[in-house]
């Protein structure tokens, strides 16, 4: 199984529709997890963060389930600039190292 | 100047040549990182630095060779490489590497095209 894994997509949503995305992990020591959002050839950018069962910030929801081992994460009322790709991040090790999904790209469309 | 900085944005470089890319952070940050992402392909680790102490080299080739001068600075010297090595090198760090609860700061990356 790999360390993380992610629906590579794509999704393609309406304006103003709801999109979930889930991410599955390995290793059932992680403690905090992330997603980052990344445009098209530009750096990960951090969106959120989920430390307990979840964590929400205005139209993004992101929950984690411990005990099967995925965390999702819950687009509300999609924009036009939220198209990019959706990465999944779990720490693994010492150090703060995170291995990185290798994403899900959303296209909202007018 | 403040986050995390990345010279030069674009390289391109023969398989002969020797080459080093830059990154520098103004965050007070003790861990630096270099990821490289191929396309299409999920970020992979290379080298992680803990307090400018190379704490892990993730079975990258020896022609990959970094340098940690101190907390602020990180390098990543390149020579003899293979096309097969282009890709978007990113740099990032961490506020602190004894935490995981704290995600990376990420550089705008060096997209490097091996000829």
């Known amino acids: 199984r790999k360390e993380v894994e992610q629906d590579p997509g794509p999704f393609n949503v309406p304006e103003g529709a709801t999109v979930a995305f889930n991410c599955t992990y390995s290793n059932s020591a992680s403690q905090s997890f992330f997603w980052y959002r990344q445009d098209c050839r530009k750096e990960p950018k951090l969106l959120m963060s989920v430390y307990s069962s979840g964590n929400e910030d205005g139209r993004f929801t992101a929950q984690l389930n411990r005990a099967s081992q995925y965390i999702s994460l819950l687009i509300r009322d999609s924009k036009l ?5 959706y990465l999944c991040v779990v720490p693994s090790g010492g150090y703060n190292k995170l291995i990185f999904g290798a994403g899900t790209r959303l296209a909202v469309h007018p | 100047e403040t986050g995390v900085t990345q ?34 392909k999920p970020l992979e680790l290379m080298f992680v630095y803990s307090l400018e102490e190379r704490v892990e080299n993730n079975s990258v080739p020896s022609r990959f060779s970094p340098e940690c001068p101190n907390s602020s600075h990180l390098f990543l010297h ?25 995600g990376y700061t990420f550089g705008s990356g060096t997209r490097l095209t091996v000829v």
Do not use: F, I
């Open chain 1, 81 to 85: 600039s939220d198209s990019a790709t």
């Open chain 2, 78 to 102: 390149l020579h003899t490489l293979q096309p097969e090595d282009s890709a978007l090198y990113l740099c990032a760090s961490s506020q602190d590497w004894r935490a995981t609860n704290y």
């Open chain 2, 7 to 40: 010279t030069p944005r674009h390289l391109v470089m023969g398989m002969t040549n020797k080459k080093s890319l830059k990154c520098e952070q103004h965050l007070g940050h003790n861990a630096m990182y270099w990821y490289k992402q191929s396309a299409k």
